[in-house]
Structure formats: C-alpha cells, structure tokens
C-alpha cells in the first residue's frame, strides 16, 4: 500500500469509530411517570349543599322585673358569683334585687297568715253545715273568703316573685353584663342571656329543583367553615316549605343538629350536606381523577406499563367522590397522579 495513503485511511476509520460511540440512533417514546391506587368498593353518598348560621335551639334574654339593689348570686358548681359561660339549670337563682318597701308592701307574711286562717274557718264551716249547724249561703261566703286568701297569698308571692331572676331552662349562661353589688336598677334592665346550645337548629334556602327530593327526617352532615378545631356532626331536616319564594325561586327548611358535646356554638357558619342518596358499598373513585373529555368522563388504569383510557359510567357523586356504575372494575390500576397529558396507549411508569 502507498505509504502517503496509511494516514488518511486510520483517520477515517477513527471518525467511524467516534460516530458509532455517540449512541444508537433509534426512536424511543420517553414513559411519563404515574402514580397508581387500585381500585376498591366503600360506602358513598350524594349530598344536597346548604350554607347556614347556627342557632340555639332555646335562647332567653333575662331582666330586672322589679326595681331593686342588685345582688348577684354565688354558683352553688363553682363557689364564686356567676360568669358568662357557666352552665345553669332550669329554675336557678342568677340574680335577686333587695327592696325593702316593695316587700313591706306585698306584706306576704299577712297574707300567708289570712289564707291559713280563712281555710280553717271554711273547714270548720263545712263541718258545721253537714250537721246542719248552718245554712249553704254561711258556708258559700266561708268558701269565698278562704279563695279570696288563696289568691292574694298566690298573688303576694308572685308578686315577690319578681325580686328574683332565675333560669327558664337548662343552658349556659352566655352574657352577663357587670354591675356593682348594691346598685340600684330600673326595671327592664337587661340582666343577661341564656342559651341551650345542646341541640342546634338552621334555616336554609334550597333550589326549587330539588324540592322533591328534601323531607322531614332526612339525615344531615354539618360541618364548621372555619378554621376551628369540631367534629362534622350528624342532625336531620326539621320542616321544609311546599313552597318556593317568588323572588329568588328557592325553598325554606330547616335543620335541627345534634350538639350534645357544644363544640359547635350559636353564630358559626356551617355547611350543611343533605343526605338524599346512599350506598353501603360501590365502586367510588376520587372526582379528582376523571377528566371530561367530548361530553364523556374519562379516567385512565395502566396495564403492562401502557395507560389505557376508560369511559365511565356514573352514578352517586358529591363534592370529593363519585360511584363508577361501569368502566372501570374492582382492583384495576387506577392512576390518580400524572394523568393530565395522558392519552390512550400512552406509556406510563409507576411510581411508589
């Protein structure tokens, strides 16, 4: 061989050699990572949606009935004078008001001593009539006279009554405006307010469309807004309205809740889910997940590393969850993350 034509020819072999080191030169679809869940049948149900301010289901304003010096009493549970917050009983003594005058007016004493008395005299009375000692009309007045005491006892005692300043039921006690011990106070001032919180109540405003599907009894989930710390908690419709308002074509009811541990208080704004479907045990998915692609509901399973879409069916739904009546069965693998660019047969990894 010609020794001028040996460098050319190592040089060309070694240009080969470096295009082939480059790699092979073929066509590789990249996978798009998935994550995957296999799919499992649970309990679901389809909900109506409702926002609303809780309420108690009792609440009473308490006030000075009759002018006197304020006295503010000792809670019997605590050892101190009453505050906001403290539970009470029906018929507790919250406040009571000194007014000697008033009292010598009432003068229950005398009265208490004139109804003992006259209802002596009408026994007597009777007595003395059933052996014919006297006429009817002697023991008719015995008998008008010893009513007449038993009502002005009653009255004097009713009227005292209004010293005092007790708790119409069981609840909390919720205000308590301050005033000095002693001070003297006008009737109809305001004393405080009272609460029974243990069940709460709604009024709602629904959709005239699902007007037929609302009814006394129906079970309700209620849950806070805000950020505190409760439980959802369970209550039912109470009324609804056969009915829809002219204006705003929408329909009242309202919810009675459950609040037997008061971590739900009067005010709140609470979601209301109205319960008017239910299944023990179906096919559910995360709403999340399907996609609506040319008016159907697409999800996607991957089988073999490739991602294949399905058509579902639906049935039940609510705000995070939907029941699958076909497309899709028990134990697929369904992919719950990366499938936003996914197309049929698209190739998929899974991750952990």
Known sequence: MNARLIPHLLLATALVVGCEDDGPNIDVESSIPVRVEPVGRRPIAEYINATGTLRAAAEAG???????????????????????????EEGELIVRFANPEFENQVSIDSKRLQNTVSQREYDKQKALFQKGGITLRELTDAERIAIDARYGFDNARLQLARLEVRVPFDGVLVDLPRFNHGQWLETGTA??????????YA???????EIDRVHPGQEVLVTHYGSAAVDTLTGEVGQVSPVLDR??????????????????????????????????SALVISKDVVIDRDHAK??????????????????????????????????????????????????????K
């Open 62 to 88: 308490l006030a000075c009935l009759q002018t006197g010096s304020y006295q503010l009493q000792t809670n019997p549970r605590t050892g101190v004078p009453f505050v906001m917050g403290d539970a009470v």
């Open 191 to 200: 004393l405080g307010q009272v609460m029974d919180y243990a069940e709460l």
């Open 203 to 209: 009024e709602i405003s629904l959709p005239g469309v």
């Open 247 to 280: 204006d705003s074509r929408m329909f009242k009811a309202t919810l009675v809740i459950a609040n037997n541990s008061l971590r739900m208080r009067p005010g709140m704004f609470a979601k209301m889910d109205l319960v008017v479907a239910s299944k023990d």
């Open 298 to 351: 697409i999800a996607f399973v991957v089988e073999k590393g490739i991602a294949l879409e399905r058509t579902l069916e639906i049935g039940l739904s609510n705000r995070l969850e939907i029941e699958v009546l076909s497309g899709l069965e028990a134990e697929e693998r369904l992919v719950v993350e990366g499938f936003e660019t996914l197309r049929n047969r698209s190739k998929v990894r899974t991750g």
